[in-house]
C-alpha cells in the first residue's frame, strides 16, 4: 500500500494510532527519529493495542537517510502552510506521506526542497492544525480511495457495503 514517515513523532498514542491505522491498512510505519518516547513506552503500546504484529516499522536515524533508502519514490509532505490541498494530488501504491512532529511540523528546508509535493488538509482559518493520527488517516484513505481500496477489498465488494 503506502508508507507512512512521521519525522520526530513526540507522543507516542499519536504513533501508536497511526502503528493502528498501519495495521488495518497494510501501510508500512517509517519512525525517523529523534523520538520524543521509548518503543516500548506503554502508551505507544496501548494505543496500537493488540495490532502491532501486523504493522511493519522501520527505523530511520535522519529524513536524508530514508531519501537515500528509496531513491526512485514519490513523497508527499503534509503542512498546514501548502497551497496544493491533498485531494488535488495522485498518489500511487508505494507513495511515502510525510508528516511531522506534533507542536512544529515538517522543518521549513524540507518543505522548500520539496514545495511541489506540499499538501494541506483544508480547515478553517481559526483553527492551528489537526491532530496527526487523524491527519495520517485521511491521507491514507484518500490514497487507498483513489487505488480502489487495493487489497482491502474484493471486487465488487464495494457495492455490498452497508452505509
Known amino acids: 500500500m503506502f508508507h507512512v514517515v512521521l519525522v520526530e513523532p513526540e507522543i507516542p498514542q499519536n504513533a501508536g494510532n497511526i502503528a493502528r491505522t498501519c495495521a488495518a491498512t497494510g501501510c508500512v510505519l517509517h519512525l525517523v527519529r529523534p523520538l520524543g518516547f521509548e518503543v516500548t513506552d506503554k502508551y505507544l503500546k496501548r494505543a496500537g493495542l493488540d495490532y502491532w504484529h501486523l504493522v511493519d516499522v522501520r527505523y530511520h536515524d535522519s529524513f536524508a537517510e530514508l531519501e537515500r533508502e528509496n531513491p526512485a519514490a ?6 498546514t502552510k501548502a497551497h ?3 485531494s488535488e494530488a495522485r498518489f500511487n501504491e508505494g507513495d511515502f506521506l510525510v508528516f511531522g ?3 512544529r511540523g515538517l522543518d521549513e528546508d524540507l518543505l522548500v526542497a520539496h514545495a511541489e509535493n506540499c499538501l494541506r488538509i483544508p480547515m478553517i482559518e481559526e483553527s492551528r492544525s489537526l491532530n496527526l493520527s487523524n491527519s495520517v488517516a485521511i491521507a491514507v484513505y ?3 480511495r483513489q487505488n480502489g481500496f ?5 471486487k465488487g465488494e464495494l457495492h455490498r457495503l452497508k452505509w
Open 74 to 79: 514519490d513523497f508527499y509532505f503534509f503542512t
Open 101 to 103: 512532529k506534533e507542536t
Open 84 to 86: 496544493k490541498v491533498y
Open 142 to 144: 484518500e490514497g487507498l
Open 150 to 154: 487495493g487489497a482491502l477489498v474484493t
